[in-house]
């Protein structure tokens, strides 16, 4: 297989009136699907574009999705922009790819405009209404390549411009093959999908979906403000497969969501993203004691995720939920500072090798170098490994054990800390719900918010007894609720500008 296309042209012809995307509301099969995106490829093709960026601004919606894969069938790539997204987000985008094509639904035209978009504006209810043309597509197939571009996503950067990560055919396949045989994906898969569709963490239900003839099911982002009705989502279509990120998991598990209503159908859990606390994770083995769970570690330059560990033991408070070793066809070098490897128990930097490693980030050729590198353990002809900036450690069974970014290290009070530590004590302590560390280098002092039911001086007398000195939080700030980014991430970087702001 050479081509992500060839998954849906597969399922097709066994299970066309199947369907295969729904938000609950409406949906799409397998054959419309396949013809739809034939139809986006011939327009897109006939208005001269190819190999090139197409950009999808559309809300989040099967027709989204569809809209990819007729990007892909006119031999371009797409770009994934969410409604929701900031402007001045999604300008910085275009700015970096330049698309001579935005494609629209109802709901985004009018922005589009307002952001000059103008006459590169193409309507997908119109497009899909386009006459296929056989040959077009068939040349173009003809051409592609593995390592042709699939999509580009953008992830945030340090300089506060979005990094765009180009991943193609090859590394998107070979991810899904493993991540298929690991989650033990199938047929009868029913996907309940959480994240936004312009990140790459929607890669483990859309590929898969059409690989198997499988369903996806696009919840609603409200519904996670309201667990209950979250979960009765998930009972209505008998959803029985979700890729999550931590935060959203532990918004069902710590307000007591199962005392009034369980999963009835969930059988296969995946989370990752950040740090599973454990008590919210025995919760969700004492509550689905039959299910899988499985942490998935990797960043979006190695095509999502690169490890995974399957959990199958208790841990105590205290421990971190290993991510265990890497996916078929990859390598995890753990680098130390002069780059030789570390040794068990010794930490190291996270650096991928194998096919996962994406293309590298488009139009910014100077921050791909810094992180898309020579293996420095080879000498001997040209191999690009990427470097992640996590660090981690292999324990004594040989498991990786992540342990916090390079970027969350500080050195404090002639200490080397792990901020990423302080957030593991404090996370133990009851009625803990959410914590982030930050660090104002200016003034050499750690603060930490939290959502929770302790008062800010109770919580500073208990992490009094559980960490060293030089250890404590010059600040503790008690939240209403912890802010997170689009992908359901805590948003760090927001809080470590306030806190640097307060000057605390």
Not at 298 to 318: D, I, L, Q, S
Not at 365 to 380: A, G, H, I, R
């Amino acid at each position: 297989m050479t081509n992500v296309l060839e998954y849906m042209e597969n399922t097709v012809p066994r299970v066309p009136t199947k369907t295969a995307f729904s938000n609950g509301e409406e949906g799409i099969t397998f054959q419309e699907l396949y013809d739809r995106s034939r139809a986006i490829g011939t327009a897109l093709s006939e208005r001269g574009l190819s190999r090139e960026p197409v950009v999808v601004y559309m809300q989040k919606h099967p027709n989204m999705v569809n809209a990819f894969f007729g990007v892909l069938y006119s031999g371009c790539f797409y770009v994934p922009i969410d409604e929701e997204m900031p402007v001045h987000r999604i300008q910085l985008i275009f700015d970096t790819v330049h698309p001579r094509a935005v494609i629209c639904d109802e709901s985004t035209r009018a922005h589009a405009e307002e952001m000059g978009c103008g006459d590169r504006i193409l309507m997908f209810q119109e497009l899909i209404g386009h006459p296929v043309r056989e040959e077009v597509l068939r040349e173009i197939r003809r051409q592609s390549l593995d390592v042709d571009p699939i999509y580009i996503v953008f992830t945030s950067g340090s300089t506060g411009i979005p990094k765009g990560v180009a991943a193609c055919h090859r590394s998107v396949i070979d991810y899904i093959e493993t991540l298929s045989e690991v989650l033990e994906f199938h047929s009868d898969t029913i996907f309940g999908n959480q994240t936004p569709l312009y990140f790459d963490a929607c890669l483990k239900e859309i590929y898969p979906t059409l690989k198997f003839g499988a369903t996806t099911y696009f919840i609603p982002k409200n519904l996670f403000m309201f667990p209950v009705k979250l979960v009765e989502y998930l009972n209505e279509y008998r959803i029985n497969t979700i890729c999550w990120v931590v935060s959203a998991l532990t918004i069902v598990s710590s307000f007591g969501t199962f005392d009034t209503v369980k999963p009835k159908y969930l059988t296969n859990i995946a989370f990752g993203s950040e740090v599973f606390p454990v008590k919210q994770l025995k919760i969700w083995r004492e509550t689905l004691p039959q299910a899988r769970f499985t942490n998935l570690y990797g960043p979006t330059e190695a095509t999502g995720m690169c490890c995974y560990y399957k959990v199958e033991r208790n841990f105590e408070p205290g421990e971190v939920i290993p991510i265990g070793g890497p996916f078929r066809n990859t390598q995890i070098l753990l680098l130390k500072e002069d780059d030789t490897l570390a040794e068990p128990g010794e930490t190291g930097e996270i650096c991928v090798r194998g096919t996962s490693v994406t293309l590298g980030y488009f139009n910014n050729p100077e921050k791909t170098k810094e992180s898309f590198v020579q293996n420095p353990l080879n000498k001997n002809y040209p191999e690009i490994i990427y470097r992640t900036g996590d660090l981690a450690k292999r324990n004594e069974q040989g498991e990786l054990i992540f342990l916090s970014r390079k970027d969350d290290q500080i050195k404090h009070m002639g200490h080397r800390i792990e901020l990423g530590e302080i957030e593991a004590v404090t996370a133990l302590i009851d009625g803990i719900r959410s914590v982030c560390c930050v660090f104002n280098p200016n003034k050499n002092k750690i603060g930490l918010y939290y959502v929770g039911d302790p008062e800010e001086l109770a919580l500073k007398a208990e992490l009094k007894k559980k960490l060293p000195r030089y250890m404590l939080p010059h600040a503790v700030i008690r939240l209403s609720e912890m802010p997170y980014t689009p992908n359901g991430k805590v948003d760090r970087s927001l809080l470590k500008k306030r806190y640097i702001e307060d000057g605390k």
